[in-house]
Structure formats: structure tokens, C-alpha cells
């Protein structure tokens, strides 16, 4: 029985866009090169056993397929992928409840506008802003463009699928940390949901960092910030239900 979800914030996320599953390398073994054989033999040389042939090495197996069933739901309010892709990942472990309901569950939003400014290119940049690891930052209903709203991260989301029948949920970012995509791979390929922060269409846009109003913390961004949940694996991509 599937009994845990995944967070992932960050693997590929914010940096790369779309999360695909490489296939293990394939190793050559170079044949033995054969003995010489003598150019003439006096009396009567030793017999020589023919050789026996190189095996040849056989490609490692192919992983098996692996998808669940997780619901595939189209998030309702205009920033809110975050949510309706939780509620994805918990309806794939039969735990239902409706986006509003969850966005209920989660700290009040911080709904103050940002501080923004401008790249030597022109680049709009966000200078300043809330704190997504604490609470959803901007308006839930707005434009992450402009942007009046943008989004939030894992932390909080976790501890209320902690706390409402995932008590195992694990979540956290980067490879230093043990988030590597084997890790992820694996987790997929023993059924369990994984929620990837992402951009929009796979895009690679400009990444960069806020400073928060309160901690003065830097926050990593991207004004495409996109959450998708993962609800299977194989040799060569993941599958994607995607809330947009």
C-alpha cells in the first residue's frame, strides 16, 4: 500500500525545467586480444585447445514501468498549482479533500506586494518579498508575471499532510541533501507520489533571489514557478499530472 509522499523542491526545479529519467550507460568490455601463434615449431609443439570465445556482454535489464493511479485534477484558482497538486498526491493514497478545503488548512497568506527593480538588461527582478517555506507569498488569485502573486514551498504543505494521514511524508531540496533524481527515481518505482517544483511548460527562465521583508533570508525564485506531481517511472522519462 502506498503510504508516503514525497516534496521535492528544487532537484531540477527552478533551474532546468522538465525531470527525465537517463538510462544506466551501457559498458563495453574490449575482447582479449589473442595470443600469437608461433611462426615454427621444431619436433612436436605443444597442442593448443582452441580458444574459448569472448562472451558477449548482454545490455543490463531494462527497469520495468511503474505507474499508480493518482486522479489527475486542473487547479481552480489562477496560482494555486501548489494545492491542486497536493490534492492529487493525496487522493493517489485515497485521501480526498477539495482545493479550497486544503488552502484552509494551510497559514494565512502574506499578501503584501513585493519590492521590485531591474537587471542592467532590463530583467525585472523581485528585490523583495514574503516567505514561501512559511506561508503562500502574493495573491493566491493573481499573476505571477506581474507579478501580484507567486506561491509556496514545501515546508508547510508537508506538515499538514503530516498531520492529516501522511504522518511519513518526507520533504527537503538538493542533491547535498539526499534529493538526487536515483533517489527519486526509486521512490516512484516503489509507488509513492512525488510533488517536483518546476516551471511552467519546461521552460528555463531567469532564476534569482528575493530577500524576505521579516527574516531578510534570500529566496530562491522564478516567476514561472510551477508544482507537478509525479505518478510514475521508467527507463527513460517520468509521468507527469500536470494541475495546469
Known amino acids: 500500500?502506498?503510504?508516503?509522499?514525497?516534496?521535492?523542491?528544487?532537484?531540477?526545479?527552478?533551474?532546468?525545467?522538465?525531470?527525465?529519467?537517463?538510462?544506466?550507460?551501457?559498458?563495453?568490455?574490449?575482447?582479449?586480444?589473442?595470443?600469437p601463434a608461433p611462426l615454427l615449431a621444431i619436433g612436436h609443439p605443444t597442442p593448443t585447445l582452441s580458444p574459448t570465445p569472448t562472451p558477449t556482454p548482454t545490455a543490463a535489464p531494462t527497469p520495468a514501468t511503474v505507474t499508480f493511479n493518482v486522479p489527475v485534477y486542473k487547479q481552480l484558482r489562477n496560482l494555486d498549482c501548489e494545492t491542486a497538486a497536493l490534492q492529487m498526491a493525496l487522493g493517489g493514497l485515497g485521501i480526498n479533500y477539495t482545493q479550497n478545503q486544503l488552502i484552509a488548512m494551510q497559514p494565512p497568506p502574506d499578501t503584501r506586494s513585493p519590492v521590485m527593480g531591474h537587471l542592467s538588461n532590463g530583467q525585472?527582478?523581485?528585490?523583495?518579498?514574503?516567505?514561501?517555506?512559511?506561508?503562500?507569498?502574493?495573491?493566491?488569485?493573481?499573476?505571477?508575471?506581474?507579478?501580484?502573486?507567486?506561491?509556496?514551498?514545501?515546508?508547510?504543505?508537508?506538515?499538514?499532510?503530516?498531520?492529516?494521514?501522511?504522518?511519513?511524508?518526507?520533504?527537503?531540496?538538493?542533491?547535498?541533501?539526499?534529493?538526487?533524481?536515483?533517489?527519486?527515481?526509486?521512490?516512484?518505482?516503489?509507488?509513492?507520489?512525488?510533488m517536483a517544483w518546476t516551471e511552467t511548460g519546461w521552460d528555463r527562465p531567469y532564476v534569482g533571489y528575493w530577500t524576505t521583508f521579516d527574516e531578510k533570508i534570500r529566496i530562491r525564485y522564478s516567476l514561472i514557478e510551477h508544482v507537478v506531481t509525479l505518478s510514475g517511472v521508467s527507463a527513460t522519462q517520468v509521468r507527469v499530472n500536470d494541475p495546469w
Open 124 to 194: 525585472k527582478i523581485v528585490v523583495q518579498w514574503g516567505n514561501p517555506y512559511k506561508n503562500f507569498v502574493g495573491n493566491i488569485d493573481g499573476a505571477d508575471l506581474i507579478p501580484t502573486g507567486y506561491g509556496i514551498y514545501y515546508p508547510p504543505l508537508l506538515a499538514l499532510v503530516q498531520s492529516h494521514g501522511v504522518p511519513n511524508a518526507e520533504g527537503g531540496e538538493g542533491a547535498a541533501n539526499g534529493w538526487t533524481p536515483a533517489r527519486i527515481y526509486a521512490e516512484l518505482a516503489a509507488g509513492h507520489p512525488v
Open 1 to 35: 500500500m502506498r503510504s508516503a509522499i514525497l516534496f521535492l523542491l528544487a532537484l531540477l526545479a527552478l533551474v532546468a525545467g522538465a525531470i527525465t529519467v537517463f538510462a544506466s550507460p551501457t559498458y563495453k568490455i574490449a575482447a582479449a586480444r589473442p595470443t
